[in-house]
Structure formats: structure tokens, C-alpha cells
């Protein structure tokens, strides 16, 4: 893309000045300059620099070469200039954030930017008191590409017609309609929550590089709670403050949701905005919990999306709470791990490309745990925290017995497998399959006679 020069600079044409404007070079002065330049270039610049002074010098300073070498053998330099400026104008007639936001990012992310990268006009028209946008703003009614604002002329038009009127044949009784189609509300449930987030960015980063006062930064951490209670109930989440599902196929959408690329990345920024625990981010946890056997079946890359996903959920474990902790062990005891077993990985440490999503949560929810004084070991960091209550701790010991059978069991199938190995290579597959990580964080939970089996269950793999 091509910067087009400010009027009236050191390399515009003394032709432009004969008039108001962008004034145009006339037919003849072009045929002269192509005839003395087939490049179309300037003819002076090739010549050597006139000593004496008179009509030479001063037509040599009048056309002087401008900051571009453009090769046209039909226009000339000022004329593309006068085009540019024109298309600059057209082009660049909004807001730089708004029309020109992935190339400021790309130069934040460099740091190339001089400015701050934060949208100041969103401040002035939103955060005025309401934080609601001045006057309703309309939306094309196109199925299948989104919502599209009718204002802007820059979006993308709809290729064809799709509403349901628009098809030359009958429309079948038991034919839905494209609204209907769940990949299609999937999409458009997804654009529309990476588009909230984009908002919930903005707000952030207002908040961090702008200086507002105390009463519209309250305002403004509304409006971004209010931006992610509305991501969170498009979801679909049972409601309620409780890991057991009142309806069987209450994770349904959910699911449904995260068994998509796009899905995954949504649900994972989500999360990763999400400072503190709230009511919706403990239901995506559970969610979580009660189906990691349908959602880690399949081992995954440490570059994929749901290794971002099961990276969003652990950092979001550490802000729950001693009560949150042990419904979130509960959700994963009452969940498809009691028919399906330990979803686990443990190949994934020897291997680099890959990642173990579900030992990665679980580890993650035993040292949280662990760090609330929890367990037979509490971690040192709860020394200074007050002890938490006998009951709680009762219904965690419990949990963390019924993990353990869980557990147990699972290092049962090794050693079975392990004493019927006969090469050399089915003992180290085997070994490579022993959860270390996962051990090592169950041991501050479990007790003496605990302890004893899994040693000695290690001495006998390893």
C-alpha cells in the first residue's frame, strides 16, 4: 500500500498549483515527458545539475523528481499521486481503531506502536453514564454470515439470498428451515460471543491505558460483567449453584460448543478473562468435569485449541474456593468416569508435540486443594489461612477416597498388563503409561496405607 504524500509537499509538481484542488497535468506536457522518458520518469533527473542560473535552473527545480518512482508511460507522477490521495481518502475516512485494528495490533505486538491501542471512542459515546451505544444501530437479516451492522459498507455482502422464501421449489413438511440447523446456530452463537469479547477487550483496555475517573470506571467494569453474563448464558448452563445435573442433557450445548475449534477458543477466552470465580464459571467447570472422558478422549497436540481449553480451566481452578474445590472433585466422581475410568494421557510427558488435557485439570484441582489446607499434608502456603471447616473437610476426604479407588484401579490395568508384557517394548509403553504427575499430587491426600500401595505398585513398574 502506497503512503500518498501531503498537498503542497517538496515533490508535488508545479503543474498542480494552476488551480484550487488537485489540479491535472494537460495532454500535451505528458506526450513531451514520454517522449524525452519512456519510464515516464522526470527527464531532469537524468541530467546533470545546471551551474548558471535563469529558465534551466528554475525549471529543474520545478520539476524535481517526488518521493516515489512510479514506471507509467501514460500518467504522470502527480496524476497517480492525485488517485492515491483520493483512494487514501475513501479508505481511510473512520475510526484507525475500529478500521484498521489488525494492523495496529500487529504493530503493538511489535513494538512499532507510538500511540496507545485503546478505543477512545468507544469511552465517549458508551461510558457516558448508560453505557449503551447512542441510538439503535441496524442489522441485515442474514442467515448464515452473522450479524452484520447496515451502516458499515466495509463488511462483507451476502453472496445469495437465504431467507425462506427465497427457494424456487416447494418447502417439504419435515424440512427445517436453515435457522434451525444446529452447525449453523452454532456458528452464529460463536461469531456472536467472539464478537462480545471483542468488546470485553476494548473495556480492558480502556481501563489500562486511558485515565478515567472513579465513577466511569465503575461504569465500566459493569458493563464488562454485563458483557460476560451474556456470553455465559449462551451456553446454556444448568442453573443453580450445585455440580449434580437436574436434567440429563443439561451439558448438551456445552458440549456441543466444545467439540468445536472455534468453540474450544471461545470457551477458553472466555475463561482466561475471567478474574474471579463466578456462579457461570463454576458450571463451565463442572461441565467440564462431568464429561472429560467425551471431551480428552482423543490424545491432542500441545499446540491445539483444547490444549488451550484444559490450560483455561486450570489457571480458572485457582481462584475457586474451599467449597467450589470439592464440588468440582464431585462433579468428576458423578460424571462418565465412573463407567469410563481415568481419562489420562501420561504418554504425553515423554512425548513434546503432545499434551495430557485431563492430567493437566486434575493435577491442577489436587494443588489448589492442597494449597487451602486441604488434605492430609496441607501445602505450606495454607500454613497462614485460617483451617477450613470439619465438614467440608469431611466431604473432601471422602471424595478424594472415592478418586483414589479411581485411581487405584487404573494402576491395577498396568501391572495386569505390565506382568503379561513379553518384549522389551510393551514394558516401556506400559511404564510410559504410569501417571507420575498425577501421583505425585495425590500423595498430600492420601493417607499412610494409601501411600504404601501406590509405592509399591511404583517399585513394581519402574
Known amino acids: 500500500r502506497v503512503r500518498p504524500r501531503e498537498r503542497g509537499g517538496p515533490g508535488e509538481d508545479a503543474n498542480n498549483n494552476s488551480g484550487p484542488g488537485f489540479g491535472l497535468i494537460n495532454k500535451r506536457e505528458t506526450q513531451r515527458r514520454v517522449s524525452r522518458d519512456p519510464r515516464g520518469g522526470n527527464y531532469h533527473h537524468h541530467q546533470p545539475q545546471s551551474h548558471g542560473g535563469g529558465y534551466g535552473q528554475h525549471q529543474q ?223 463451565i467447570l463442572w461441565s467440564v468435569f462431568r464429561n472429560m472422558n467425551l471431551l480428552f478422549q482423543d490424545p491432542h497436540r500441545s499446540n491445539s485449541p483444547m490444549a488451550g481449553l484444559s490450560a483455561a480451566v486450570a489457571k480458572s481452578i485457582a481462584n475457586l474456593n474451599i467449597s467450589d474445590v470439592c464440588m468440582s472433585l464431585t462433579a468428576f466422581l458423578i460424571g462418565d468416569c465412573k463407567s469410563d475410568g481415568l481419562p489420562i494421557k501420561p504418554t504425553a510427558e515423554f512425548d513434546p508435540n503432545l499434551f495430557d488435557c485431563a492430567g493437566q485439570i486434575l493435577c491442577a484441582l489436587l494443588s489448589r486443594a492442597s494449597g487451602l489446607g486441604l488434605g492430609v499434608t496441607p501445602s505450606p502456603s495454607s500454613y497462614n489461612l485460617e483451617a477450613p471447616p470439619s465438614n467440608l473437610v469431611a466431604a473432601w476426604d471422602g471424595a478424594v477416597n472415592a478418586f483414589f479407588a479411581l485411581l487405584q484401579q487404573h494402576m491395577n490395568t498396568k501391572l495386569s498388563a505390565y506382568k503379561g508384557a513379553k518384549t522389551d517394548e510393551e514394558l516401556e509403553r506400559i511404564r510410559r503409561e504410569v501417571p507420575v504427575q498425577l501421583i505425585r499430587s495425590m500423595l498430600p491426600h492420601a493417607n499412610d496405607q494409601q501411600r504404601q500401595q501406590l509405592r509399591e505398585m511404583l517399585v513394581v513398574l519402574k
Open 61 to 283: 527545480q520545478r520539476e524535481r523528481p517526488s518521493y516515489h518512482w512510479y514506471s507509467s508511460s501514460v500518467m504522470s507522477k502527480s496524476e497517480i499521486d492525485t488517485l492515491l490521495r483520493i483512494q487514501w481518502a475513501a479508505t481511510h475516512a473512520g475510526r484507525p481503531y475500529f478500521e484498521d485494528y489488525y494492523y495496529l495490533a500487529y504493530l503493538k505486538k511489535d513494538g512499532q506502536l507510538k500511540g496507545k491501542f485503546s478505543p477512545i471512542e468507544v469511552f465517549t459515546e458508551d461510558a457516558q453514564g448508560t453505557g449503551v451505544r447512542k441510538g439503535p444501530v441496524g442489522h441485515l437479516d442474514v442467515q448464515g454470515l452473522g450479524t452484520i451492522p447496515v451502516p458499515n459498507t466495509r463488511r462483507p455482502k451476502p453472496l445469495m439470498d437465504l431467507s425462506a422464501g427465497s427457494g424456487g421449489g416447494n418447502k417439504g413438511e419435515n424440512q427445517k428451515s436453515l435457522d434451525q440447523e444446529p452447525l449453523l446456530a452454532a456458528r452464529v452463537m460463536i461469531e456472536d460471543g467472539l464478537s462480545l469479547l471483542l468488546d470485553v477487550d476494548d473495556v480492558d483496555r480502556i481501563l489500562e491505558e486511558r485515565e478515567v475517573d472513579e465513577e466511569d470506571r465503575e461504569e465500566l467494569t459493569k458493563r464488562r460483567s454485563a458483557l460476560l453474563e451474556s456470553i455465559a448464558s449462551s451456553f446454556h448452563l444448568p442453573s443453580g449453584n450445585s455440580p449434580v445435573l437436574q436434567e440429563k442433557d443439561g451439558d448438551s450445548v456445552f458440549l456441543y460448543l466444545a467439540h468445536l475449534r472455534k468453540g474450544q477458543k471461545l470457551i477458553s477466552s472466555f475463561l482466561n478473562l475471567c478474574h474471579e470465580a463466578q456462579s457461570y464459571t463454576n458450571q
